[in-house]
């Protein structure tokens, strides 16, 4: 490297330093993304998701007698069998690290700030936390806690619904008003409105259903298997989102 070339590179670190610096108070971390904004995931190949959903049960929905948030534990709990627990963090925090871009912390964990690209809108939210600005940006269960109480997770144990409620595979960071809008629904009875995520949503509902041995009902098999017809698509992030 000629002197110019060095002294141009140093320049340009100390220039980076020097602005982190200015910034960045000392309990206030900004994490680079790990990925480019706005990017697609890998695209998914819907052959193993249509062979799993082949070997789901199918049954109706059982009543929803019985169900309660509480019957999956404590929200957002560090303390479960899922990937990532028990690293000092809730899983809201831990999602929003992950899904979000130019993400802020307060401390090691709790997320102040951030860009959602959102895989279910395909808009772009500026997330603040706050009383009045947390809800824009909402953590969804892809297998909605009380869709999964009516199609098998009565007959989990208590830690496998912790899991289930907490396991990254089964969460995404998303558009806080499409989220309400979801509520319990079935792949029958809503898909996120961008149809270009809708393969990645798909095969995720079949990976967590295989995973918790939860059962499928006929209009949502055959409505998973016409989404999965229009594979491959791009993957919604999280665990798993990479086979």
Same mark, same amino acid.
């Given at each position: 490297m000629s002197h110019r070339l060095r002294l141009a590179? $140093? /320049?340009?670190?100390? =220039?980076?330093? $020097?602005?982190? $610096?200015a910034c960045t108070p000392m309990d206030i971390v900004r994490a680079a993304p790990t990925t480019t904004p706005g990017a697609a995931g890998p695209l998914m190949s819907a052959t193993p998701a249509l062979k799993a959903l082949d070997?789901?049960?199918?049954? #109706? !929905?059982?009543?929803k007698t019985g169900y309660s948030r509480d019957q999956f534990g404590p929200a957002w709990s560090d303390d479960s069998t899922a990937p990532d627990s028990h690293n000092?963090?809730?899983t809201r #925090?831990?999602?929003l690290a !992950?899904?979000?871009? #130019?993400?802020v912390r307060k401390g090691p964990c709790t997320v102040v700030s951030g860009v959602l690209h959102d895989p279910y809108t395909a808009t772009?939210? =500026?997330f603040t936390r706050g009383v009045k600005t947390s809800l824009a940006v909402q953590i969804d269960h892809i297998v909605p806690l009380s869709l999964s109480w009516q199609t098998g997770a009565q007959q989990l144990s208590a830690a496998e619904r912790l899991s289930l409620a907490n396991d990254p595979l089964n969460l995404a960071a998303v558009d806080g008003p499409t989220n309400g809008a979801k509520r319990d629904g079935d792949a029958a009875t809503w898909l996120p409105?961008?149809? /270009?995520? !809708?393969? /990645?949503y798909a095969l995720r509902q079949v990976e967590v259903k295989t995973k918790y041995r939860l059962w499928v009902t006929p209009p949502e098999k055959e409505a998973l298997r016409r989404v999965l017809g229009g594979c491959p698509g791009p993957a919604l992030p999280g665990e798993g989102a990479s086979k």
């Open positions: 590179a $140093a /320049g340009a670190a100390f =220039a980076a330093a $020097a602005t982190l $610096a070997e789901l049960p199918v049954k #109706d !929905r059982a009543p000092g963090c809730s #925090d831990d999602v !992950r899904d979000l871009s #130019d993400v772009t939210i =500026a409105p961008s149809k /270009g995520i !809708r393969c /990645g």
